[in-house]
């Protein structure tokens, strides 16, 4: 398994995922993922999905700057930290953001988010 393939493949996939059809992240957690944005912690798919689609807009768009990753433990699992900025629809200014990802291995040859951290950078 290489680290950085599977960073980049997840971020693409969950960022593209995120901008169009936020629901569709619920296949990315499991019952004992953890999501903090912005401070407030929430556990569990139910819980994840309903944060991320209740938020309070409709449309964005994230543009990546950096992937960073590393191994993580003896079970393959990955440390992911990206940082970009979003652009909200209607809005004229991005917004700079940080999120971090713990990614587990599955059975079935793929990862799962145990964690999930997001920040906005307010400069």
Same mark, same amino acid.
């Given at each position: ?6 960073? !980049? ?6 960022? !593209?995922?995120?901008? @169009?059809?936020?629901? #569709?992240? &619920? @296949? $990315? ?12 912690? @929430? ?16 449309? =964005?768009?994230?543009?990546?700057? @950096?992937?960073? =990753?590393?191994?993580? #433990?003896?079970? #393959? ?6 940082? #970009? ?24 040859? &793929? ?7 997001? !920040? $906005?950078?307010?400069?």
């Amino acid at each position: 398994m290489d680290p950085d393939a599977v960073a !980049r493949a997840f971020v693409e996939h969950y960022y !593209r995922t995120f901008d @169009t059809n936020r629901a #569709g992240l &619920s @296949t $990315l957690y499991q019952d004992n993922s953890m999501l903090s944005f912005e401070g407030p912690k @929430t556990q569990g798919v139910a819980a994840i999905t309903a944060k991320l689609t209740s938020l309070p807009f409709q449309q =964005c768009h994230h543009n990546i700057s @950096t992937i960073d =990753c590393q191994p993580s #433990g003896p079970t #393959g699992s990955v440390l992911v930290f990206v940082s #970009g900025s979003l652009q909200l629809a209607g809005e004229q200014h991005a917004l700079k953001f940080s999120q971090m990802f713990h990614l587990i291995p599955t059975p079935q040859a &793929s990862f799962y988010v145990l964690n999930d951290i997001f !920040r $906005l950078n307010y400069a």
